[in-house]
C-alpha cells in the first residue's frame, strides 16, 4: 500500500500530497546543516552576526554534523546492547510459572517419569 493511498484511504486526508510535502520538510528541518542555518538566522535577528557567520563556516558545520553523527551511533550502540525484558515479563506458561495442567509434560505423581508418555 503506498503512503499516499494510506493517507487518503485510511487516514481519510483531504490533502495527502501535501502531508507527504509537510513529512518532507520535518525531515529536512532535522538535517544538521539545515538546523544550524536555523540557529544562524535565529542569531542574527538577535543582533549576533559575528555567531552567525561563525555557525555558516563550513568547518563548524562538519564538527556539528559529525558530532550529531557520533551521538547517533552512540545511541544505537547503546540501545542494542540493552537486553529485551526477560522471561519474568512473559505469560506465565512462557515464564515457567502459573498451575502446570495434566499432560503438560509434568512428571506424573507415580514418580515413574513415565507420565511423560501418558502411561
Request: zero cysteines.
Amino acid at each position: 500500500m503506498s503512503l499516499i493511498t494510506v493517507l487518503d484511504q485510511v487516514f481519510q486526508l483531504d490533502d495527502p500530497e501535501g502531508e507527504i510535502s509537510r513529512i518532507f520538510e520535518d525531515i529536512a528541518n532535522l538535517d544538521p546543516v539545515f538546523v544550524l542555518e536555523h540557529v544562524a538566522q535565529a542569531l542574527e535577528k538577535a543582533g549576533q552576526p559575528e555567531f552567525a557567520a561563525r555557525i555558516r563556516q563550513v568547518e563548524f558545520q562538519k564538527a556539528f554534523a559529525e558530532d550529531v553523527r557520533n551521538k547517533q551511533l552512540q545511541m544505537a550502540a547503546e540501545s542494542m546492547s540493552q537486553p529485551g525484558p526477560g522471561p519474568e515479563t512473559g505469560a506465565p506458561s512462557a515464564t515457567g510459572g502459573g498451575q502446570p495442567r495434566p499432560g503438560q509434560g509434568q512428571p506424573s505423581e507415580g514418580g515413574s517419569g513415565l507420565g511423560l508418555l501418558g502411561m
